[in-house]
């Protein structure tokens, strides 16, 4: 019974979820979604360089500490309780980002509606398209991120050739 529950974790999952696990994560993903939401400005700005956003007034370190404590957070509350689902906040911010814009602040709320859209609808394709023992989501969402990540690399290689 551990084996199963470990590799459940690390392979990800939203099978065999519900509200209860919902309410356990999050106490721990609303104060972070708020920390990351207290930085936007304060993204707009580091996007200019860390003396720039200094010199408009805001703090790169206290910005990037609200990011990363933020995220931690947010992240840990959810793959707590799903496991690892990787490459969702890979793929949907740059996906979005031509829709929105630059601006980090901007960016923030549609990533997080797209992602919670991109882990429902693997979800769903996962339990309506194969039929028999089911694909872990995790594993889904890597079959799409990791190709979308390899052509992020080779576009910035490209760049800097």
């Known amino acids: 019974m551990r084996r199963s529950r470990i590799l459940f974790w690390m392979l990800g999952s939203l099978a065999d979820r519900s509200l209860a696990h919902v309410y356990l994560a999050v106490p721990l993903m609303v104060p972070g979604w708020l920390l990351v939401v207290a930085a936007a ?13 200094f010199s408009l007034g805001f703090d790169p370190k206290r910005t990037q500490a609200l990011v990363i404590g933020g995220t931690a957070l947010a992240v840990g509350g959810a793959v707590a309780v799903t496991g690892v689902v990787g490459f969702v906040g890979l793929v949907v911010p740059h996906l979005l980002r031509r829709a929105v814009g630059e601006h980090p602040s901007r960016l923030l709320l549609p990533s997080f509606l797209g992602g919670a859209l991109l882990t429902t609808l693997a979800d769903v394709a996962i ?19 990791a190709p979308f990540f390899l052509h992020l690399v080779m576009r910035s290689s490209a760049r800097e050739a």
């Open 41 to 53: 400005r304060g993204l707009d700005a580091l996007t200019l360089g860390e003396d720039t956003a």
């Open 127 to 145: 339990r309506l398209l194969l039929p028999g023992p089911e694909l872990k989501l995790g594993v889904v969402t890597a079959l799409l991120g």
